[in-house]
């Protein structure tokens, strides 16, 4: 799933798509290249202080690219069986492409409007089934919706004061105004990606910049609503002021497990969010903790039913899709906190936890996960910039999703046509440098014992590389 700022895909490229979007960022460069020399004068920071290559300018206006290519490749691993959804045991590899370009603008004071352009190529090992946590969260799972750019982001930005005390903001992508009041109504509208305001941290939330796996950059057992690109139609509302922040999310959710078309039947479709955050200093560092809750309602299908059906002998393997029904729900809550131990050390920590009865929906096949991670700035050794990060991860399924595995069940993501179950845990290392202002190389391994929760297959070994460009 691309769908992610902070941050939170497979068909090889056509030869005409390059171009194309080299025409893009080309007019991006020429844009802000034309930019006031006074309004130059104050640029904004960027995302996670990697730098840009150009300014942003503390103009009324926002326009920006980036670009993200992901390399992976693994050399074989063990296997005692396959089945149609399984992570394929022999060697190879895979390249992701993500091209992005944004574009916003102030009407008023508290009124702005943003939106985002995208197109993703490659894909990924595997085709990005076989692992509840891949590999590569710049990856879809869907091949067939191709390279062609599309919009993935347009909403309006509203500021409702509830103070008197302003101060300057930090801007990026999806946040461009300037000035912020102290204490305030915030409510986002129209089409966008529900982890761009849930569960971010900043320590592990960025495939872009920081880990790539997605049960590191996300909570595993948050199937929050998007469609197969990561994207969502809704409303968030959220009041902030200096150390407390609440939001309330209502979204779309997609027709079927990992679909294109949303479901606009309400009364029996839609993702209810709401996450509470409280953020403090200890001893002078900063600390953030954020409490989340969400209920899903979609035609789902539910694990017990589709296994008593198999287990009764009137069906092969069961199947999850035969046993959905209308307004059925699932439920989930996580904890995720990030703290500053020392100015060059931070950490973080996620716990997720869903009532894992019905069939994983949107995001991945995970019931409950545990992760715990963080990054190191390079002072230590001479290079402030370069960034260092480790993080682990296990994650866990149902009883009810679990026998529907062992039985030959499949989901959007897993069926090895059998399972003997053990916990999948990953281990995730990666080493950042920026090489010039607003590009930096990355380069990243993952160990990936009993993947899809299956202790006959592995561990894998997967090896990354990585180029981003932010402009």
Do not use: C
């Not at 029996?268 to 403090?280: G, K």
């Amino acid at each position: 799933m691309i769908a992610q700022l902070h941050w939170r895909p497979l068909m090889t490229q056509s030869p005409d798509h390059t171009p194309a979007w080299i025409a893009i960022i080309a007019a991006t460069l020429t844009l802000a290249g034309r930019a006031r020399a006074d309004e130059l004068a104050t640029p904004a920071a960027s995302i996670d202080d990697g730098g840009t290559l150009l300014p942003h300018p503390a103009a009324a206006w926002w326009l920006s690219a980036q670009v993200n290519v992901i390399g992976q490749a693994q050399p074989g691993f063990h296997s005692g069986y396959s089945g149609d959804n399984s992570f394929r045991s022999d060697d190879h590899a895979a390249v992701s492409v993500v091209e992005t370009v944004f574009a916003g603008y102030e009407l008023t004071p508290v009124t702005a409007f943003v939106v985002a352009g995208e197109s993703v190529g490659g894909g990924g090992l595997s085709h990005a089934v076989g692992l509840a946590g891949f590999t590569n969260l710049d990856v879809l799972r869907t091949p067939d919706l191709g390279v062609t750019p599309y919009l993935g982001r347009a909403f309006v930005d509203q500021i409702i004061p509830m103070s008197s005390t302003w101060s300057v903001h930090d801007r990026d992508p999806l946040h461009i105004l300037r000035t912020l009041p102290t204490r305030r109504f915030e409510i986002r509208a129209g089409k966008l990606s529900t982890t761009d305001m849930f569960d971010v941290n900043a320590v592990g939330s960025d495939s872009h910049l920081q880990f790539m796996n997605w049960a590191i950059d996300g909570n595993g057992a948050y199937d929050y609503a998007a469609d197969a690109r990561g994207y969502t139609l809704g409303a968030v509302v959220e009041y902030a002021q200096d150390e407390f922040a609440v939001r309330f999310g209502e979204m779309l959710m997609p027709k079927v497990a990992n679909g294109v078309d949303y479901d606009f039947d309400l009364a029996n479709a839609r993702s209810e969010n709401v996450e509470a955050e409280y953020h403090d200093q200890i001893a002078g560092h900063a600390g953030t903790v954020r409490l989340l809750g969400y209920l899903n309602y979609a035609k789902m299908g539910s694990y017990a039913e589709a296994n008593a059906t198999a287990s009764a002998g009137t069906a092969g393997a069961p199947d999850i899709t035969q046993s959905r029904a209308v307004g059925r729900s699932k439920y989930g809550l996580g904890l995720n906190a990030e703290h500053e131990l020392t100015r060059q050390l931070r950490g973080f920590l996620r716990v997720g936890w869903s009532d894992g009865k019905n069939e994983s929906f949107s995001y991945t096949e995970i019931d409950d996960t545990f992760a715990i991670g963080g990054d190191l700035r390079g002072t230590w050794w001479g290079r402030d910039a370069d960034k260092l990060g480790l993080a682990a991860v296990t994650n866990g399924l149902s009883a009810d999703h679990e026998r529907h595995l062992e039985l030959g069940g499949k989901g959007f993501v897993l069926g090895d046509g059998m399972l003997h179950y053990g916990r999948e845990t990953i281990v995730e290392a990666y080493y950042a440098a920026p090489v010039y202002r607003g590009i930096s190389l990355t380069v990243d391994s993952q160990l990936i014992v009993n993947p899809g929760y299956n202790i006959d297959r592995g561990p894998v070994v997967v090896g990354s590389f990585r180029l981003h460009v932010e402009i």
